[in-house]
């Protein structure tokens, strides 16, 4: 799946590739891009921590566990991935919002949570 605008960061730059081991994305192309199909708005790009999987599955997401019919192959502490922007602002909320790599974080994660708050995590930009 392509989708035909460009996508951008919350930089308002050309967004960057997130991770490609795992293959994050809601296209599994690297990317948190993002489009019409894209109901969870898969924007924003972290790396995963113990206390956000653990925060994640207790509102009803494992993203621990392997899902090979879905392409997921299950995360673990440290790796990229491109995380729905309202379960960010959640854990953010709660206290276990992971840090996010900027450059890779899709613009349209700013309609959930704000360009202050996400500079604050930010492990890409000083």
Not at 16 to 38: H, I, K, M, Q, V
Not at 57 to 84: M, T
């Amino acid at each position: 799946m392509q989708w035909p605008t460009e996508q951008l960061n919350v930089l308002q730059e050309p967004l960057e590739t997130c991770s490609l081991s795992p293959r994050a994305g809601f296209t599994r192309n690297g990317c948190c891009e993002t489009g019409p199909e894209d109901f969870g708005s898969h924007t924003v790009c972290v790396r995963v921590t113990e206390e956000f999987l653990t925060f994640s599955k207790k509102q009803g997401n494992d993203l621990s566990s392997p899902r090979p019919e879905f392409g997921f192959p299950g995360l673990k502490d440290g790796d990229r991935w491109c995380v729905c922007a309202p379960r960010y602002a959640e854990a953010l909320e709660a206290g276990f919002a992971p840090h996010v790599f900027l450059r890779s974080t899709h613009k349209n994660a700013l309609e959930y949570v704000s360009l202050a708050n996400l500079i604050e995590k930010a492990l890409d930009v000083s």
